[in-house]
């Protein structure tokens, strides 16, 4: 790159921003405002790359300010065309197309998940998860395309911030809004756009005591089990998520009685019958979270019952005697044994009265 094209790009970036700064104090001026915002988006999203990578870079940088512009507009902005953009802007700052090229392509791809790994940091020290969490609440009390689409936005802005804030479950319980993604799950649990966001914010929550038993007795098992059914068994990040969520919620002996209530371990055997047709490391990380579940399950006697009456012993078995013999699997195996042992019938050992054994 030519270094006037290089300075062509950084003014162009600087005037944008500049604009938008003065827009975020005149917020009447909505017409501009729209304006300016798109022209950004338009720049992050550029199919050429040159453009695209500088603007990224632009709002990369920390004394650009411009993630401090970005949440004051979502913060003060009652708009949604205006949101979308910021919110889409956010998106590409956050995880941005990967560059192609061969020569540099690996150095291109591990220095722009670096940036956005930062993006991310930097975001979440500025309070854009309180932020993106009173906007979301706002949006549903309207009932438009566009607050659905920027609904759509801000809850995959949410998903990513989620996994990455230390504080996110303290956040959500200052703001009383734990079941708010429940009631967002069971809108949105057959929404392909919406649900993986939202099972990630939601695994997130159940890693911790009191949102998990917030969320247990909001009812949340059998909009699991509605998700589970909606999900099906093709092996994808959503089902993994989705398992994982069993995972953490399956430690409370309530949430256990629930999900065995509402036929969780009937879907769970049914990943066992359809195994060998998943691949690679997705296979092992589906079984695994679906073992831990089970073993979580075995604690109380409605889910030892419910894995036998399933004929879960069978075909935990026929997994042990098909799985390939790889070292990979062990831990699988191991699982397995725990939860055949668990479920096993209690008897006496067939020695005399008298031995030592007894």
């Given at each position: 790159?030519?270094?006037?094209?290089?300075?062509?790009?950084?003014?162009?970036?600087?005037?944008?921003?500049?604009?938008?700064?003065?827009?975020?104090?005149?917020?009447?001026?909505?017409?501009?405002?729209?304006?300016?915002?798109?022209?950004?988006?338009?720049?992050?999203?550029?199919?050429?790359?040159?453009?695209?990578?500088?603007?990224?870079?632009?709002?990369?940088?920390?004394?650009?300010?411009?993630?401090?512009?970005?949440?004051?507009?979502?913060?003060?902005?009652?708009?949604h065309a205006i949101?979308?953009?910021?919110?889409?802007?956010?998106?590409?700052?956050?995880?941005?197309?990967?560059?192609?090229?061969?020569?540099?392509?690996?150095?291109?791809?591990?220095?722009?998940?670096?940036?956005?790994?930062?993006?991310?940091?930097?975001?979440?020290?500025?309070?854009?998860?309180?932020?993106?969490?009173?906007?979301?609440?706002?949006?549903?009390?309207?009932?438009?395309?566009?607050?659905?689409?920027?609904?759509?936005?801000?809850?995959?802005?949410?998903?990513?911030?989620?996994?990455?804030?230390?504080?996110?479950?303290?956040?959500?319980?200052?703001?009383?809004?734990?079941?708010?993604?429940?009631?967002?799950?069971?809108?949105?649990?057959?929404?392909?756009?919406?649900?993986?966001?939202?099972?990630?914010?939601?695994?997130?929550?159940?890693?911790?005591?009191?949102?998990?038993?917030?969320?247990?007795?909001?009812?949340?098992?059998?909009?699991?089990?509605?998700?589970?059914?909606?999900?099906?068994?093709?092996?994808?990040?959503?089902?993994?998520?989705?398992?994982?969520?069993?995972?953490?919620?399956?430690?409370?002996?309530?949430?256990?009685?629930?999900?065995?209530?509402?036929?969780?371990?009937?879907?769970?055997?049914?990943?066992?019958?359809?195994?060998?047709?998943?691949?690679?490391p997705m296979r092992?990380?589906?079984?695994?979270?679906?073992?831990?579940?089970?073993?979580?399950?075995?604690?109380i006697k409605a889910?030892?019952?419910?894995?036998?009456?399933?004929?879960?012993?069978?075909?935990?078995?026929?997994?042990?005697?098909?799985?390939?013999?790889?070292?990979?699997?062990?831990?699988?195996?191991?699982?397995?044994?725990?939860?055949?042992?668990?479920?096993?019938?209690?008897?006496?050992?067939?020695?005399?009265?008298?031995?030592?054994?007894?």
């Amino acid at each position: 790159m030519s270094p006037s094209t290089k300075t062509a790009d950084d003014a162009m970036n600087d005037v944008l921003l500049e604009k938008l700064r003065n827009c975020v104090s005149k917020p009447q001026e909505a017409d501009t405002f729209r304006h300016i915002a798109a022209k950004i988006h338009a720049r992050v999203t550029s199919s050429d790359r040159r453009v695209r990578e500088r603007t990224l870079e632009k709002l990369w940088r920390k004394n650009s300010g411009a993630m401090e512009i970005f949440i004051a507009t979502l913060e003060n902005c009652k708009d949604h065309a205006i949101n979308c953009s910021i919110a889409s802007i956010l998106h590409e700052c956050i995880s941005p197309r990967a560059a192609k090229g061969k020569t540099k392509g690996n150095k291109n791809k591990s220095a722009t998940r670096s940036s956005s790994r930062m993006a991310v940091m930097q975001l979440i020290n500025l309070g854009i998860t309180q932020v993106l969490v009173k906007l979301l609440v706002s949006l549903q009390h309207a009932d438009t395309i566009s607050s659905e689409v920027l609904t759509q936005e801000v809850l995959w802005l949410l998903g990513q911030v989620a996994q990455r804030d230390q504080k996110f479950v303290s956040k959500m319980k200052t703001l009383n809004t734990v079941k708010v993604f429940h009631t967002l799950l069971k809108q949105h649990y057959n929404n392909s756009k919406t649900l993986l966001p939202l099972l990630l914010i939601v695994k997130c929550l159940a890693r911790n005591s009191f949102s998990l038993q917030v969320l247990v007795k909001d009812g949340i098992a059998s909009t699991l089990e509605k998700t589970f059914v909606c999900v099906g068994y093709i092996p994808h990040l959503k089902l993994r998520s989705l398992l994982e969520c069993f995972k953490y919620f399956t430690t409370s002996k309530l949430c256990c009685t629930k999900f065995v209530k509402v036929g969780l371990v009937h879907l769970l055997m049914r990943i066992f019958e359809r195994w060998e047709r998943f691949d690679g490391p997705m296979r092992l990380k589906i079984c695994n979270c679906a073992l831990i579940t089970l073993q979580h399950l075995c604690v109380i006697k409605a889910g030892r019952k419910a894995i036998k009456l399933n004929n879960g012993l069978q075909l935990l078995y026929r997994f042990c005697s098909n799985c390939p013999e790889d070292k990979a699997y062990d831990s699988l195996l191991s699982r397995i044994c725990g939860i055949i042992n668990q479920c096993l019938e209690k008897k006496e050992l067939p020695v005399p009265e008298m031995s030592p054994a007894r």
